[in-house]
């Protein structure tokens, strides 16, 4: 199935695959300044799974200090920039599994 279209008194005749990947095109550029933006915060959960640790060793490191949280609403979080603070240093191991 072809469909023709008007564009600037252009004539297109575009098939059903063609409109789609514009149509998908069109759409990923529109949300491209949405989508795009880092994550600003982090539960524990997700902390854990990235530095494959168990949920308790996040527990530790913030009771040491090593980590700093925030409470949002009864929920514990981590921005991303003490997310990339914490990973810089296990980098260099100066941080510990506990």
């Not at 008194?9 to 795009?36: F, K, Q």
Request: glycine share 6%.
């Amino acid at each position: 199935m072809q469909t023709e279209t008007t564009i600037n008194g252009t004539l297109l005749v575009l098939n059903r695959e063609e409109m789609a990947r514009l149509i998908e095109e069109g759409v990923a550029r529109a949300m491209a300044p949405y989508t795009s933006r880092q994550k600003e915060y982090f539960t524990r959960r997700e902390l854990a799974d990235r530095f494959s640790v168990h949920i308790s060793t996040i527990h530790n490191w913030m009771n040491s200090g090593k980590l700093n949280a925030i409470k949002v609403g009864g929920r514990t979080l981590f921005r991303t920039e003490e997310v990339e603070r914490l990973e810089s240093e296990s980098k260099t191991h100066r941080i510990k599994r506990q």
